[in-house]
């Protein structure tokens, strides 16, 4: 089963600076596997990312995904004040299964 | 417009069972997948499982097995996720979500695009 371990687990930052986050796999993956999600309190998860780098329908450009293999990175160029919210990595694998990161958690400084 | 409208909350005593549901609409229900992903409160999500609409098939999170059970009415285009032996660590928010597979130059990608939004499962004595 392949583990995807994020980081870091918070990250605090204001409006308008540039936001990182990693996402590190147990085990290399496909990158037409990796998706990245946002979810704010009280609402479902939304896809923001998939195939490592391709942004979902109505995603703004501020947003972006990289890497490949084992490290992946979702990058949010300047940081919006919808933008303060949980966001997860998330593979998936033959069977079919699923599996999420832990989360991070992106808030304001 | 493609959306998944899922049941209302339920409360359950430990040790009985919930059936949630989740209607999809907008779309041609046979033509995807659905999995079930639970979010336990302050917590991350888990991955449930998944159900083919086309033909039924499942594959659930190993934790599960044995104690849920997905299935689908293709009639009303609505799938189910049934959860037994409740226990209060089975306390989360329920969501379904569509498996969207998308192909490209040959090269097959995977992701949930479309999201329920969510059913609240609480199991307290």
């Known amino acids: 089963e392949i583990v995807l371990t994020q980081s870091p687990g918070t990250l605090s930052l204001s409006p308008g600076e540039r936001a990182t986050l990693s996402c590190r796999a147990s085990q290399s993956v496909s990158s037409s596997y990796l998706a990245w999600y946002q979810q704010k309190p009280g609402q479902a998860p939304r896809l923001l990312i998939y195939?490592?780098?391709s942004r979902a329908t109505g995603i703004p450009d501020r947003f972006s995904g990289s890497g490949s293999g084992t490290d992946f990175t979702l990058t949010i160029s300047r940081l919006e004040p919808e933008d303060f919210a949980v966001y997860y990595c998330q593979q998936y694998g033959s069977s079919p299964e699923w599996t999420f990161g832990q989360g991070t958690k992106v808030e304001i400084k | 417009q493609v959306q998944l409208v899922q049941s209302g909350a339920e409360v359950k005593k430990p040790g009985a069972s919930v059936k949630v549901s989740c209607k999809a609409s907008?779309?041609?229900?046979?033509?995807?997948?659905i999995s079930w992903v639970r979010q336990a409160p302050g917590q991350g999500l888990e991955w449930m499982g998944w159900i083919s609409a086309y033909n039924g098939n499942t594959n659930y999170a190993q934790k599960l097995q044995g104690r849920v059970t997905m299935t689908t009415d293709t009639s009303t285009s609505t799938a189910y996720m049934e959860l037994r032996s409740l226990r209060s660590d089975d306390t989360a928010v329920y969501y379904c979500?569509?498996?969207?597979?998308?192909?490209?130059?040959?090269?097959?990608?995977?992701?949930?695009?479309?999201w329920g939004k969510g059913t609240t499962v609480t199991v307290s004595s």
């Open positions: 907008g779309y041609t229900f046979t033509s995807y997948g």
């Open positions: 195939g490592a780098s």
């Open positions: 979500a569509r498996e969207f597979i998308a192909v490209a130059g040959g090269v097959y990608y995977y992701y949930m695009d479309v």
